[in-house]
């Protein structure tokens, strides 16, 4: 099996690729950041640290960019990782609710995170 395992050619992702995603999802930098922190420490309602949340919300806005649809089962699998286990099932809902409304605001309006805020049980922008 090794042998094979010569020809698959790992993916590098260079450090210029992750800056100019980052750059995409987050265009108003530290400010972008924070906001979606916040909001997943509200959605987990405080159960986990800033650093965590932080973590999280890179993760999945990341992927969340990706030209993959964006469903629960992708974002269950992207967080299956490390912190599925903070999310029970209506956290996870709301999550995926909070990404989709960034992706449609910044696909459509060209909105960027901090510019998403919520409304009841909803997001506007």
Not at 91 to 96: P, S
Request: aromatic content about 12%; overall charge negative.
């Amino acid at each position: 099996m090794s042998f094979f395992n010569f020809f698959y050619r790992k993916r590098k992702i260079s450090t210029e690729s992750i800056a100019e995603t980052n750059q995409n999802c987050f265009p108003k930098g530290e400010a972008d950041l924070i906001a979606g922190t916040n909001e997943v420490i509200l959605i987990l309602e405080g159960k986990i640290s800033r650093a965590e949340a932080r973590d999280i919300f890179i993760k999945c806005v990341n992927m969340s960019c990706e030209p993959l649809k964006l469903d629960r089962d992708r974002l269950v699998a992207n967080l299956e990782d490390s912190s599925v286990h903070y999310f029970n099932i209506a956290q996870t809902d709301k999550f995926l609710s909070y990404l989709t409304a960034l992706t449609v605001a910044r696909n459509i309006f060209d909105c960027s995170p901090i510019d998403v805020e919520r409304d009841g049980d909803g997001y506007i922008w």
